[in-house]
């Protein structure tokens, strides 16, 4: 959270941002955003190249999307081109 605080920062008040990471790295990031516990971080999915939508309303984030793959190809689509 700190270094996430940090980019922020180092930005406009009201810039966008994009943050690339691992999902090990930006799960614990949604566990806090969502008010839930580390120890149950397993419990949500991200799949490959998944997006998510946060934003930082003074020190709190809000979600607003998880987990979005709708920008990728499905596998059906990719078999029939």
Do not use: W
């Not at 419990?43 to 490959?48: A, K, M």
């Amino acid at each position: 959270m700190a270094a996430l605080e940090s980019i922020a920062r180092s930005n406009p008040a009201a810039s966008t941002l994009l943050v690339c990471s691992h999902n090990f790295v930006f799960l614990p990031i949604l566990c806090h955003a969502l008010d839930i516990s580390l120890e149950r971080f397993r419990e949500l999915r991200q799949g490959t190249a998944a997006l998510n939508t946060l934003y930082l309303q003074g020190r709190h984030l809000r979600v607003e999307v998880v987990n979005d793959c709708s920008h990728l190809c499905r596998q059906e689509e990719k078999k029939t081109e």
